[in-house]
């Protein structure tokens, strides 16, 4: 029957039995690149799971160093027979490791190399392992009698706060030389890793991330394909019988063309641009919206949509081509890059304009495009043989 104990004790108890267990693998393991404990009670055993760079030496010859280890763990603690259980495990990232790194400097001075040298070492494997940050502390008698501290730099580090806690893994070793005792500190801040794997999750709290603005969405209703009829800007007026379901939906659209115009007179033309995209999906056979679009399109200075939706419009309504929309379609050639195709536009609109009968403004106003579009093109005798606007 386990004895009761207050939790005060406990949590004494338990801080007492991790420090003495992490000493006593400290000492066993340290040249097998020991790089700490962690311990798991479970309702039928406690699990000691060794964390090591090197686990292949911890288990040693068919386990035979494992299983010894766990007899003196269970009879040093009174631990019943088959209640205690340790395990070797991998370190991913041996670079990432303060506690390895730091023995790894503990032997490289004890193989007497210089105490820079074996200090820069460690600093350029820990930053090519991918830390934020690392520093190494080396005190005692260097050189002289005179003792000193020598402290190596490298990257970005926090020295305060939260972040402090959860960034940065540090550990301190004695190496006994015949001139002393030095002390050994390194610190190694790890990075961002959203994975968890190689850093903390939880991000800094000084990083600020902008978000891209998202764009104003218009839902539409749905409309009948009996609906979809005529080519104004305005929709069809409800028929008689139709119900009040269809002449709710035309109201809605009714309402989205006034929203597009509101936004035209606000200059807001990437929302008008957005609003009647999404009519042309319901009204795809609307010349004068794609018109619209058209020369929306050409306002924003985007000429090879412009010419999509000029060409739509002429698509939609191929009986129609009076000069506006053949003015239209050259401009957007012309805007798209395309100056002999903008060229031929115009020409036929000026014709289509002359034959029409339409007022002299008109025709100076065509033939004004034109001229610009056989300046752009190089094309100065097409506009030659009409006479000046």
């Not at 023995?103 to 460690?122: H, N, P």
Request: aromatic fraction near 4%; proline fraction near 5%; hydrophobic fraction near 40%.
């Amino acid at each position: 029957m386990a004895t009761q104990i207050s939790k005060k004790r406990k949590f004494v108890a338990d801080g007492v039995f991790y420090a003495e267990l992490n000493e006593l693998l400290n000492r066993e393991l340290a040249e097998d690149g020991y790089s700490g404990v962690e311990v798991r009670v479970t309702p039928m055993r406690t699990e000691v799971i060794i964390k090591a760079t090197r686990t292949q030496n911890v288990l040693g010859e068919k386990g035979r160093r494992i299983r010894e280890l766990t007899s003196v763990v269970q009879k040093r603690f009174n631990f019943a027979p088959e209640s205690v259980e340790l395990y070797a495990e991998k370190v991913n990232e041996r670079g990432l490791c303060a506690i390895a790194q730091c023995e790894s400097l503990r032997y490289k001075l004890l193989g007497g190399l210089a105490v820079r040298r074996a200090a820069y070492g460690v600093l350029r494997f820990v930053m090519e392992a991918g830390a934020k940050g690392c520093e190494v502390v080396v005190s005692g008698k260097l050189r002289a009698a005179r003792a000193k501290s020598m402290k190596f730099k490298d990257g970005y580090m926090v020295a305060s706060g939260y972040p402090a806690i959860v960034y940065l893994d540090s550990a301190v070793r004695h190496v006994l030389l015949r001139q002393g005792v030095l002390g050994l500190k390194v610190k190694i801040m790890k990075n961002y890793d959203p994975t968890g794997r190689a850093g903390p999750k939880m991000p800094m709290p000084d990083v600020v991330k902008v978000l891209e603005p998202k764009e104003d969405e218009i839902m539409a209703p749905k409309v009948k394909e009996s609906m979809i009829s005529g080519g104004g800007a305005n929709p069809p007026p409800p028929r008689s019988g139709s119900g009040e379901e269809e002449a709710e939906v035309l109201g809605a659209l009714q309402g989205a063309l006034t929203k597009a115009d509101a936004a035209l007179a606000a200059r807001n033309t990437r929302g008008a641009l957005a609003i009647y995209q999404q009519v042309l999906a319901l009204l795809p056979g609307s010349p004068c919206l794609h018109a619209k679009v058209a020369r929306l399109w050409l306002e924003a200075g985007r000429g090879q949509h412009a010419l999509d939706s000029a060409r739509a419009a002429v698509a939609s309504a191929p009986e129609l081509k009076g000069s506006d929309l053949l003015q239209l379609l050259g401009e957007a050639h012309l805007a798209a890059g395309n100056a002999t195709e903008g060229v031929a536009a115009l020409d036929s609109a000026l014709v289509a304009a002359e034959r029409d009968g339409e007022p002299g403004a008109r025709l100076c106003e065509v033939k004004l495009h034109l001229a610009q579009g056989c300046i752009r093109g190089h094309a100065i005798h097409r506009f030659s043989r009409r006479g000046p606007p």
